[in-house]
Nanobody
């Protein structure tokens, strides 16, 4: 059974930083896409950052590019999202997702496996 477990969310003031973690178990494919998504109240879920294994490329949503950094620790089966210079508009539930199709990154949200989400709240 594939499981993704996020952690690291919380409340932070504008300009602050948080690091989200996503530990993956039961997923051992050589080719994959893995990424972070977020959903704010009343808005659609959007892709924040993702990694495509087939090209080794990492992609970012324009509004977070330069502020957020995606990283991986294969030995720990964990991916991270370092978020700096957080703004109130970054407030959302953040989800980690994975799929066996690398091409999903960055064009699709139709990942097969999702975590439960972690709340990030940025106060002004």
């Amino acid at each position: 059974e594939v499981q993704l477990v996020e952690s690291g969310g919380g409340l932070v003031q504008a300009g602050g930083s948080l690091t989200l973690s996503c530990t993956v178990s039961g997923f051992s494919f050589s080719e994959y896409a893995i990424g972070w998504f977020r959903q704010a109240p009343g808005k659609e879920r959007e892709g924040v950052s993702c990694f495509r294994s087939s090209t080794g490329s990492t992609h970012y949503l324009d509004s977070v590019n330069g502020r957020f950094t995606f990283s991986r620790d294969s030995a720990k089966n964990t991916v991270y999202l370092q978020m700096n210079s957080l703004q109130p508009e970054d407030t959302a539930v953040y989800y980690c997702a994975a799929d066996t199709l690398p091409i999903l990154c960055p064009v699709s949200k139709e990942y097969d496996y999702w975590g439960q989400g972690t709340q990030v709240t940025v106060s002004s």
